[in-house]
């Protein structure tokens, strides 16, 4: 099969994800008399230079831009409950808050994370109906740490599941991957399909970084839903070669094994080698080889159906380099922009796959017989 056309890869974006207002925090930690009040990790900084790279590079205009919706709350409610969703509603009407599990938010944060969740549910829609080939949702806030009763690590709704959910729910797929590369656990994905057969859901992180203790081998899903959760904890300094050899010895053939008709990737850019909340070691072209290998897996499993949806990536200088790297792939067009990162890490050591690496991949491989498959 040939590669994606280049007028074919959807784009969602909308200026007010960029609108969400994360306070005066310190990073991770509210503002106090022991700390200095200065810039929450999750601020739009990251976001808006990936789309100004993406502007300035000549992409843009190659992708097929894809309007975005606020999800109802009924589709909110598909994953959250309605306490929840009351909560985050009654935050959004004022002027600053915690959410609960260093998650701020401000006033109108409520409807702009409801038009992330519809950011996605754009992409899903628009490849579903082979509008697109594939697309790429550039929304925020993110969403793979949100649980059904409970806003954490920074996410206020479940984005990816909720489509998902969604798609499902009005009979346009049956089969669906979630394939996480975060380098936190995509903890609220697995929650909302751990007992679901239909949901593929495999998440690549740092081992018990965040949330902790959670996105162990151990965790592969109840009930019919057993086998369907596979977590690939990966030990801190994984590069490049740790990585690309996690997705072909565990990530490309669960795939393989449980053929869906929709992959999905939460698209997380805070296991590059500059992240702040993150200590792995990939690069713009590890990005690149490891989108590769998915478009290649959606093309012999799915006719090409792969949608990417922004999650995590807090190194402003470095996000842009990756976010456009992944959305070249899509694309299959090269815009010559050059990594200026790249020669410095092409000296760190460190990229090569090692034996302790490669043991906890092989680990995660030994639980690929437990993969559901349609046959």
Same mark, same amino acid.
């Given at each position: 099969?040939?590669? %994606?056309?280049?007028?074919?890869?959807?784009?969602?974006?909308?200026?007010?994800?960029?609108?969400?207002?994360?306070?005066?925090?310190?990073?991770?930690?509210? %503002?106090?008399?022991?700390?200095?009040?200065?810039?929450?990790?999750?601020? %739009?900084? !990251?976001?808006?230079?990936?789309?100004?790279?993406?502007?300035?590079?000549?992409?843009?205009?190659?992708?097929?831009?894809?309007? *975005?919706?606020?999800?109802?709350?009924?589709?909110?409610?598909?994953?959250?409950?309605?306490?929840?969703?009351?909560?985050?509603?009654?935050?959004?009407?004022?002027?600053?808050?915690?959410?609960?599990?260093?998650?701020?938010?401000?006033?109108?944060?409520?409807?702009?994370?409801?038009?992330?969740?519809?950011?996605?549910?754009?992409?899903?829609?628009?490849?579903? @109906?082979?509008?697109?080939?594939?697309?790429?949702?550039?929304?925020?806030?993110? /969403?793979?740490?949100?649980?059904?009763?409970?806003?954490?690590?920074?996410?206020?709704?479940?984005?990816?599941?909720?489509?998902?959910?969604?798609?499902?729910?009005?009979?346009?797929? @049956?089969?669906?991957?979630?394939?996480?590369?975060?380098?936190?656990?995509?903890?609220?994905?697995?929650?909302?399909?751990?007992?679901? *057969?239909?949901?593929?859901?495999?998440?690549?992180?740092?081992?018990?970084?965040?949330?902790?203790?959670?996105?162990?081998?151990?965790?592969?899903?109840?009930?019919?839903?057993?086998?369907?959760?596979?977590?690939?904890?990966?030990? %801190?300094?994984? /590069?490049?070669?740790?990585?690309?050899?996690?997705?072909?010895?565990?990530?490309?053939?669960?795939?393989?094994?449980?053929? *869906?008709?929709?992959?999905?990737?939460?698209?997380?850019?805070?296991?590059?080698?500059?992240?702040?909340?993150?200590?792995?070691?990939?690069?713009?072209? /590890?990005?690149?080889?490891?989108?590769?290998?998915?478009?290649?897996?959606?093309?012999?499993?799915?006719?090409?159906?792969?949608?990417?949806?922004?999650?995590?990536?807090?190194?402003?200088?470095?996000?842009?380099?990756?976010?456009?790297?992944?959305?070249?792939?899509?694309?299959?067009?090269?815009?010559?922009? !050059?990594?200026?990162?790249?020669?410095?890490?092409?000296?760190?050591?460190?990229?090569?796959?090692?034996?302790?690496?490669?043991?906890?991949?092989?680990?995660?491989?030994?639980?690929?017989?437990?993969?559901?498959?349609?046959?």
């Amino acid at each position: 099969m040939t590669g %994606p056309s280049l007028t074919h890869t959807g784009f969602v974006f909308q200026e007010l994800y960029l609108w969400h207002n994360t306070q005066n925090w310190a990073q991770i930690f509210p %503002p106090g008399l022991t700390v200095q009040p200065g810039e929450h990790a999750e601020n %739009p900084e !990251t976001k808006r230079r990936l789309k100004n790279l993406l502007d300035v590079s000549g992409m843009t205009e190659r992708l097929v831009p894809l309007r *975005p919706r606020a999800a109802t709350e009924e589709e909110l409610a598909l994953v959250h409950t309605q306490a929840h969703i009351a909560g985050i509603k009654a935050l959004s009407e004022g002027y600053g808050a915690d959410a609960g599990a260093l998650t701020p938010m401000g006033r109108g944060s409520y409807e702009i994370a409801a038009l992330a969740v519809g950011g996605v549910m754009a992409a899903v829609d628009a490849v579903l @109906a082979g509008e697109v080939r594939n697309a790429y949702a550039l929304t925020r806030p993110p /969403g793979h740490h949100a649980l059904a009763d409970l806003a954490m690590g920074f996410c206020l709704f479940a984005n990816i599941a909720i489509a998902v959910k969604r798609a499902q729910r009005e009979g346009r797929v @049956a089969r669906v991957a979630v394939v996480d590369w975060d380098v936190h656990h995509g903890n609220g994905t697995q929650a909302a399909f751990y007992d679901d *057969p239909s949901v593929l859901t495999i998440s690549l992180h740092q081992d018990c970084l965040f949330p902790p203790a959670s996105g162990l081998l151990r965790e592969q899903g109840e009930g019919a839903g057993f086998g369907a959760n596979l977590n690939i904890p990966l030990p %801190p300094g994984c /590069g490049d070669g740790a990585y690309l050899a996690a997705l072909e010895r565990v990530v490309v053939p669960a795939l393989k094994r449980f053929r *869906p008709d929709l992959i999905v990737i939460a698209s997380g850019l805070d296991a590059s080698g500059v992240d702040p909340l993150g200590r792995m070691m990939v690069t713009s072209e /590890g990005y690149r080889r490891m989108t590769r290998l998915l478009i290649g897996a959606a093309d012999e499993l799915c006719d090409g159906r792969l949608i990417a949806a922004h999650e995590g990536g807090y190194s402003a200088t470095y996000v842009p380099y990756c976010g456009l790297a992944i959305i070249e792939e899509l694309s299959g067009h090269r815009t010559g922009v !050059t990594d200026d990162w790249a020669p410095l890490m092409a000296e760190w050591g460190g990229q090569e796959a090692a034996p302790h690496q490669l043991a906890a991949i092989d680990a995660a491989a030994s639980l690929l017989p437990a993969v559901p498959s349609p046959d």
